[in-house]
Structure formats: C-alpha cells, structure tokens
C-alpha cells in the first residue's frame, strides 16, 4: 500500500525551541493533513493544506505543502510543555480514492 | 471536542467472542470512517460509509463488517476475536466524504483480547 515516511521518529527538545518535522512519500498526494494525538484521544486537526507550495500557520504552527506534491513540513515555534504528542502526518494518495493514508508519527517531549 | 462520540471507551473480552463499537459522527457529517491503531502498525484505514451505504474499504479482514444506520451513526462489528486484534479503533466523520475533506477523529475504543 501507499507509505508515508515521517521523520523524525522522535524529539526531545528544551522548551522554548522550534521544532521542524516532515512527511514523504514516493505517490503525488492532493491534500496533506497534520494531526496531534495526545494519550488516551483521537487524532485532533492541526492544519490541512490543500494546494502545492500552499504554506498555512495556526497559531505557532506552520504547515507546507511540497512543491512537488510528494512531501510536507510541519514547524512549530517557540515549544511549550504542551506541546507534547505524536504528530502524524495524513493524506488521501491521488489514486486511492477517499482513503487517508498515515505516517508512522513523531513523537515529541519537551523538557521545562 | 471534536464532536465524533465513540463508545464504549474500553472493552476487555476473550479470544473467539464477538464486539460491537459505535460511533456517533459530527452533526451534519455524513460520511464515517473507521481506523484501527496498533503499536506495530500505526494508524490504517479500514472502512468508510457516507449516508447509509459503503464508500471505500481498507484493509478490513473478513471477520470485521461495519454499517451506517439511517441516523448516520455507525457499528463495527469484530468477530472471531484473535490476540492481534487488541488496538485502539477510532472512527472519524467528515462532511461528505470527498476525496480532501479533513477528517474529524473521536477518542477511540481501546478493545483488550484476553
């Protein structure tokens, strides 16, 4: 099935540090999708991104889509301790009709 | 919140029984995804209903089936339960079901294989 290679596995960081993650794959994809899942909840929407070069903030949250239509980024700026989760990366490859594809997460843990 | 009500949250049985998870979507969503997400394989989509009917199937094994109910909320069905089948099962709704429509997640049922 299609792959989504998300890197890194895994951050630990000192709070107050940006944090840079990214998402490729070797399929076109039409939509990317970032989501945080927190222990014991769903996935929760960060941003969706809709259009190749598309570059989208929330709040301290920035997400672009890849030019080439194969790739995403997901920078977050200024860490806080509640920040902490696993980022996936998603998207509905360009031929497989409404089903969203995930990538394996980071994992991110902040130090105080 | 994200509007998407699962229940029930946990559930601990036996290898060989049978399960029923359920899923209410966001108001004014018709469309209903389920996922399974396991330690070993992450997230995979299993099965998608918009407005009663299947849309799009995933890797969903044979002993798993799933509806949409006329009110749009939606039952998967486990049976012939193994050992593997221990996950986390979200289901998810977004408004129609298109091809790019973000995809609204609810908390999960954690089922248990004993």
């Known amino acids: 099935g299609q792959q989504l290679n998300q890197s890194p596995q895994s951050m630990f960081i000192q709070e107050g540090e940006d944090v840079s993650m990214n998402c490729t794959s070797s399929?076109?994809?039409?939509?990317w999708l970032w989501y945080k899942q927190d222990p014991g909840e769903g996935p929760v929407l960060l941003i969706a991104?809709?259009?190749?070069?598309e570059l989208t903030s929330n709040g301290r949250l920035t997400a672009q889509f890849g030019i080439t239509r194969k790739d995403s980024f997901l920078n977050i700026s200024a860490s806080i301790p509640s920040d902490v989760g696993i980022y996936f990366c998603?998207?509905?490859?360009?031929?497989?009709?409404?089903?969203?594809?995930f990538g394996g997460g980071t994992r991110l843990m902040v130090k105080p | 919140d994200s509007g998407v009500t699962q229940t029930p949250k946990h559930l601990i049985t036996a290898t060989g029984q049978r399960v029923t998870l359920r899923c209410s979507p966001r108001?004014?969503?018709?469309?209903v995804y389920w996922y399974q997400q396991s330690l070993d394989q992450g997230l995979q989509f299993l099965i998608q209903?918009?407005?009663?009917?299947?849309?799009a199937k995933g890797n969903i094994l044979e002993r798993f089936s799933a509806q949409q109910f006329p009110d749009l909320h939606s039952e998967l069905n486990l049976s012939s339960l193994e050992l593997g089948d221990s996950a986390l099962y979200f289901c998810a709704s977004s408004v129609t079901g298109g091809m790019n429509q973000p995809q609204h997640f609810g908390d999960g049922t954690r089922l248990s294989i004993l």
């Open positions: 108001s004014g969503d018709l469309s």
């Open positions: 991104l809709y259009k190749a070069g």
């Open positions: 399929s076109i994809f039409n939509t």
């Open positions: 998603a998207g509905p490859p360009d031929n497989a009709g409404n089903m969203l594809t």
């Open positions: 209903y918009y407005n009663g009917e299947e849309r």
